[in-house]
């Protein structure tokens, strides 16, 4: 059972920035790491993740070229740098791992964001 815990929200102004982190409580070199997130009243979703192996990223178009998504392996943590943050980010976000061979997967307790316009 891998253990996450996200932190680093908060409140923040239109164009603002936030650096989330999603710690967890063992290595992650075999997981996938997924960003998600999820506005009142909406559904669950993905925004970002990493890959395990050749560190390769996705984004939506909904946060390419706003977030980067990044991960130190030896701190057993994934951060997400969100700038020039939109009233529309305003979400619960929360972290993934997800180990695809053993078909593992783990959640962390989300942290909220709120921007104000």
């Known amino acids: 059972q891998v253990h996450l815990v996200e932190s680093g929200g908060g409140r923040v102004q239109s164009g603002g920035s936030l650096r989330l982190s999603c710690a967890a409580s063992?290595?992650?070199?075999?997981?996938?790491i997924g960003w998600f997130r999820q506005a009142p009243g909406k559904d669950k979703e993905g925004i970002s993740c990493i890959g395990n192996s050749d560190g390769s990223t996705y984004y939506a178009d909904s946060v390419k070229g706003r977030f980067t998504l990044s991960r130190d392996n030896a701190k057993n943590t994934v951060y997400l740098q969100m700038n020039s943050l939109k009233p529309e980010d305003t979400a619960v976000y929360y972290c993934?791992?997800?180990?695809?061979?053993?078909?593992?997967?783990?959640w962390g307790q989300g942290t909220q964001v709120t921007v104000s316009s």
């Open positions: 063992e290595s992650l070199d075999n997981y996938n």
């Open positions: 993934n791992a997800l180990w695809p061979r053993l078909g593992r997967s783990y």
